[in-house]
Nanobody
Framework: QVQLVESGGGLVQPGGSLRLSCAAS????????VGWYRQAPGKQREWVCT???????LYADSVKGRFTISKDNDKNTMYLQMNSLKPEDTAVYYC?????????WGQGTQVTVSS
């Protein structure tokens, strides 16, 4: 069973930065689509960004230019660098790895943007 563990969330002021990490229990990043999603209070979970196969990155318009997704296949870890954070970025952030036959989610990490 694959486990994904997010970390790096917390409280940050508007305009600040955070870097989220998602560590996998085994090496499953290669050849699979990896992405970040978020869910704000009272709202549906939404897609944030993705690294597809081949290595093509896509971002939601709301985060384009501010967030950067990356991964280190050798460390079994993916990252989300978040800059210029806004209060509307407040949410629980989830990582996800999808293959042709499987779909794995992390447990989520809270990001709160507030002064």
């Amino acid at each position: 069973q694959v486990q994904l563990v997010e970390s790096g969330g917390g409280l940050v002021q508007p305009g600040g930065s955070l870097r989220l990490s998602c560590a996998a229990s085994i090496g499953i990043f290669r050849g699979n689509t990896v992405g970040w999603y978020r869910q704000a209070p009272g709202k549906q979970r939404e897609w944030v960004c993705t690294i597809g196969v081949p290595e093509m990155t896509l971002y939601a318009d709301s985060v384009k230019g501010r967030f950067t997704i990356s991964k280190d296949n050798d460390k079994n870890t993916m990252y989300l660098q978040m800059n210029s954070l806004k209060p509307e970025d407040t949410a629980v952030y989830y990582c996800r790895i999808t293959s042709a036959t499987s779909d794995y989610w992390g447990q989520g990490t809270q990001v709160t943007v507030s002064s």
